[in-house]
C-alpha cells in the first residue's frame, strides 16, 4: 500500500524541522482539524439552544459523544494496524497500532471525564457501577494495559507481535462498551443513538432540537474522522523517529 | 510427517495431567489460595444474609479467576523454564494444538478449583450453592477465561515482566466473561426466575465462541521463531 | 433552568488539558529524540 510509505517522515527533510518538515497534506488536515474543532465547539456552545431540564452542562455531551466516536475510530486503527502488522510485518502498521492505542486511550479518558463532569449535577453522582460506564471504564483499562505491555518488553519484533495479538483482543471491550445497553437495558446512562425502546430508568436522555441535531452531527463527524486521523497522523511520524533514533543508537553503541 | 491434530493436543493435555497427578503442584497452590481468598473475604465483609446473598458470587468468581492466573502462570512457567516451550515448536506437530493441549489442561484445573469451592462456600456462607444451573455456569465461565488466559500466559511468560503482567492484560478481556458469570450465579442463587437472567448464560455462550475462536487464529503468532 | 453553567466550564476545561497534555507529550518527545538525533549522529561521526 504505497500510501503507507507517505507516511514516514522523508530522512531529507529532517534538514528542516518542525512544521516545514510537514508533508503538505499533513498541513492541510492539521489545519483543517483546528478549523473544525473550534467551529464544531461554537455549534455546541452557541448555536444549540439551551436544555430546558439541564441547562448548560448539557453542551458538555457535544464532547462527551464526539471524544468516544474518535476513540473508537483510533482502536479500529489499532485492530487494523495489528492485523495487517501480523499478515505483512510491515512495521509501518504496527506504528499505526500504537498510535491508535494512544490516542484513543486520551480520547476514552476525555469520554470518561467529560461524562463525569455532567453526571455530577444531573445524577447527582460522579460514579455509579452501571454497565455503560463500567464497561466504558474497562476499555480505558484495557488500552493502559496495551501500553504497559509494550513498555515491558525490550524485544523490537516481540513487541510488535505481542502488541498486534493484544490489541487485537482488546476491541472485545469496545463493542461490548457499545452493545452494553442493548443488552442491559436497565442501564441509567440514557441511550442517545439507535432504536432507543423507552428506557425507564435512562435519567439526563434530553429532546433533540433541530440545532441540536446538526450540531450532534457535525461535531461527531468531525470528531470521528479528522481529529483521530490527525493524531494518529502526528503519532506515527513521532513513531518513525524513535524507529530512527533506535536504529543509530544500534548502530553508534555497537561500534 | 505431522502427528495428527488432536493426537498432538492429546499428548500435550496428558502430559500435563500426568505431571500434575503426580506433583499435585498447582491444584495444591491454587487450591490454598482459593481456600485462603474465601476465609478473607468472609472476614472482611461481614454479611448479614440478604448482603450475602448479593455478595457471594462476586466472591466466587473473583476467587476463581485470580485461582486460575495463579495457575496459568505456574504452568506455563513451568513450560518455559523446562525448555518445552522450544521442543514443542521443534516438533511436527501444529501450533494451535499446543494450544488446545494447554487450553484443556488449564480449564481442568480451573474448574476442579471452582468445583471444589461450591461446597466449602456452601458451608461457610450458609447458602446452598450446588445447583445445576450454577454448574453449568461455573463450566461456561471457566472455559471463557481459560482461554484469554492460555493465549496470554504463553505470551506473558516470554517477557521480562513475566507472571506480573499477565494479571493487568487478562483481567480487562476476561471481564465480559466475568460480568455474565457473576450475574447468572447472583440470579440463580437469588432463586429468581428463569426468564429474567437465561439472557446471560447466553452471552456467555457467544462470549465464550468467539474468544475460542479469536485466541485459535492468534495462537500461532504469540509462539513463533 | 438550573445553574450548570459552573459544570460546563470546568468540562471544557478539562477537555483543553487532556488535548493539551496529549499533543504537549508529542512535542515533547519529538524535541528531545531530535536532540538525541543530533547527538548520536555527532558520536558516529567521532567513531568514523
Redesign the interface.
Known amino acids: 500500500m504505497s500510501a503507507i510509505g507517505n507516511l514516514s517522515s522523508n530522512p531529507n527533510q529532517h534538514a528542516r524541522s518542525g512544521i516545514a518538515a510537514w508533508p503538505p497534506l499533513l498541513r492541510i488536515l492539521t489545519l483543517a482539524t483546528i478549523i473544525a474543532v473550534a467551529i464544531g465547539l461554537y455549534l455546541g456552545l452557541f448555536y444549540s439552544g439551551t436544555d430546558i431540564d439541564q441547562g448548560q452542562v448539557q453542551r458538555l455531551f457535544y464532547i462527551h459523544l464526539s471524544a468516544f466516536t474518535g476513540a473508537f475510530i483510533a482502536f479500529c486503527g489499532t485492530v487494523l494496524g495489528g492485523v495487517q502488522y501480523l499478515r505483512t510485518r510491515n512495521v509501518q502498521w504496527d506504528s499505526i497500532a500504537l498510535a491508535g492505542a494512544e490516542v484513543g486511550l486520551a480520547l476514552s479518558i476525555l469520554n470518561l471525564v467529560t461524562g463525569m463532569i455532567w453526571a455530577r449535577p444531573i445524577w447527582n453522582t460522579w460514579w455509579t457501577w452501571d454497565p455503560r460506564l463500567t464497561s466504558a471504564a474497562i476499555m480505558c483499562l484495557t488500552y493502559a494495559a496495551y501500553l504497559m505491555l509494550r513498555s515491558g518488553i525490550e524485544n523490537a519484533e516481540q513487541r510488535r507481535r505481542f502488541a498486534s495479538i493484544y490489541g487485537i483482543l482488546a476491541i472485545t471491550t469496545v463493542i461490548l462498551t457499545l452493545m452494553i445497553t442493548r443488552i442491559r437495558p436497565d442501564t441509567i446512562h440514557p441511550v442517545v443513538i439507535g432504536p432507543s425502546v423507552q428506557n425507564p430508568n435512562a435519567e439526563g436522555a434530553f429532546e433533540f432540537s433541530e440545532r441540536m441535531s446538526m450540531t450532534i452531527g457535525i461535531n461527531s463527524a468531525i470528531w470521528s474522522t479528522l481529529v483521530p486521523v490527525t493524531l494518529m497522523w502526528h503519532r506515527v511520524r513521532l513513531q518513525n523517529l524513535i524507529e530512527r533514533v533506535n536504529a543509530l543508537k544500534a548502530e553508534v553503541l555497537n561500534k | 510427517m505431522n502427528t495428527p491434530f488432536f493426537q498432538a493436543a492429546w499428548a500435550i493435555l496428558r502430559k500435563d495431567l500426568q505431571t500434575e497427578l503426580r506433583s499435585r503442584e498447582l491444584l495444591s497452590s491454587m487450591g490454598l489460595f482459593a481456600l485462603l481468598s474465601i476465609f478473607i473475604f468472609s472476614f472482611a465483609l461481614e454479611l448479614d444474609r440478604i448482603a450475602r446473598q448479593e455478595a457471594i458470587s462476586g466472591v466466587l468468581w473473583v476467587t476463581v479467576v485470580f485461582a486460575s492466573i495463579l495457575g496459568l502462570n505456574r504452568s506455563l512457567a513451568m513450560e518455559r523454564d523446562q525448555g518445552n516451550l522450544d521442543a514443542m515448536l521443534l516438533a511436527p506437530i501444529n501450533r494451535t494444538a499446543i494450544f488446545l493441549g494447554k487450553l484443556i489442561g488449564n480449564y481442568l484445573f480451573a474448574l476442579t478449583i471452582g468445583l471444589l469451592l461450591l461446597p466449602v462456600m456452601t458451608v461457610l456462607f450458609n447458602m446452598s450453592l450446588i445447583q445445576p444451573w450454577l454448574l453449568l455456569v461455573l463450566v461456561l465461565g471457566t472455559l471463557g477465561f481459560s482461554t484469554v488466559g492460555t493465549l496470554l500466559a504463553t505470551m506473558t511468560v516470554q517477557t521480562r515482566a513475566r507472571e506480573s503482567l499477565l494479571p493487568i492484560l487478562m483481567l480487562p478481556i476476561a471481564l465480559p466473561v466475568v460480568i455474565a458469570a457473576v450475574k447468572a450465579s447472583t440470579s440463580i442463587l437469588n432463586n429468581v426466575p428463569m426468564g429474567d437472567w437465561i439472557a446471560w448464560p447466553q452471552i456467555l455462550v457467544v462470549v465464550d465462541f468467539v474468544y475460542l475462536v479469536l485466541c485459535f487464529l492468534l495462537f500461532e503468532f504469540v509462539i513463533e521463531d | ?5 459552573a ?2 466550564i ?3 476545561a ?2 483543553f488539558a ?2 493539551a ?3 504537549a507529550s ?1 512535542i515533547i ?2 524535541r528531545n ?2 536532540k ?2 543530533e547527538l ?2 555527532q ?2 561521526d567521532e ?1 568514523n
Open positions: 433552568m438550573p445553574d450548570t453553567q459544570y460546563l470546568l468540562g471544557l478539562v477537555t487532556i488535548m497534555l496529549l499533543i508529542m518527545r519529538h529524540l531530535l538525541d538525533i548520536l549522529e558520536l558516529k567513531n
